[in-house]
């Protein structure tokens, strides 16, 4: 009996977490103003509520045991993958449960979301539920929102935070900004190297300024940040600052 409400607990408990997603309503948006993007449009989807935190993600290696830390494989994570727990199925004492999941690779992001019957979010979906500020679908234009990010990009250690530590956007999303990066399914999709015109242009005008930045100056800045991010990490790459979170299509009749 003992064991039969356990299994129901634990259930429950698998089945609240899997359902802890906002729908994410379609529409076209530009992803960077300061490249040659052009308007692109994104479906529905659902997109989890928080990032992926340490406890779920112990709770999937300890039933996935190909992920644990001695037993991944490093064309598939790299040395630094789940670097400060103290054994595979162990977090250290100052990493708190409800903190996002770090050190974490694509690969093994990506087959967590599959195992969970969902999947990482695409680039511009993440970028499109990412605009969003308090208020609005889209605050590209807001120098104050705009601001907030870039002020968060720059506090050290916020991977410690817990989830649900910033604000809650349009959509009902929390910690788009500032707790971690966070991987996309097709994050090497645009790199950024430096090395082409395009790149050194975009470069000039996104570090070296103006003499007045506005609103689309500094959300160009900060999506400048990411897509460098992502162009820079390879797919076994685990960070100590970059976590991620699922979504899911939404398939209409």
């Known amino acids: 009996m003992q064991i039969n409400s ?3 607990f634990l259930l ?11 729908i994410i309503k379609g529409g076209t948006f530009v992803p960077l103003y300061g490249s040659d993007s052009s308007e692109v449009y994104v479906r529905d989807f659902e997109l989890d509520v928080y990032p992926v935190t340490n406890e779920q993600y112990l709770n999937f290696v300890k039933q996935y045991p190909k992920w644990q830390r001695s037993k991944s494989l490093s064309l598939f994570t790299d040395k630094n993958y789940l670097r400060k727990w103290t054994s595979d199925t162990t977090l250290s004492s100052d990493m708190n449960l409800n903190s996002p999941a770090t050190n974490i690779s694509w690969y093994a992001a990506k087959d967590y979301c599959v195992c969970q019957g969902k ?6 979906e993440w970028e499109y539920a990412a605009m969003a500020s308090q208020t609005m679908i ?9 601001s907030m990010i870039i002020e968060s990009y720059e506090l050290p250690k ?5 989830i649900g530590s910033t604000y809650k956007n349009y959509w ?3 910690d788009m900004h500032g707790l971690v990066w966070e991987w996309t399914s097709d994050f090497n999709s645009v790199l950024i190297s430096g090395e082409s015109r395009q790149d050194v242009d975009t470069e000039r005008n ?10 689309t100056n500094l959300m160009d800045y900060a999506a400048f940040m990411r897509y460098a991010l992502r162009g820079s990490v390879k797919a076994n790459y685990s960070l100590q600052t970059l976590g ?4 899911k299509s939404i398939n209409k009749k």
């Open 6 to 8: 356990t299994i129901i």
């Open 12 to 22: 429950m408990s698998l089945s609240a977490i899997s359902q802890n997603t906002e």
């Open 119 to 124: 999947r990482l979010p695409n680039m511009d």
């Open 138 to 146: 889209n605050a590209q234009r807001d120098s104050i929102f705009n």
């Open 158 to 162: 916020t991977y410690l935070k817990t």
């Open 172 to 174: 009902g999303i929390y």
């Open 206 to 215: 996104l570090f070296c300024g103006s003499a007045s930045v506005n609103a």
């Open 244 to 247: 991620f979170r699922c979504a």
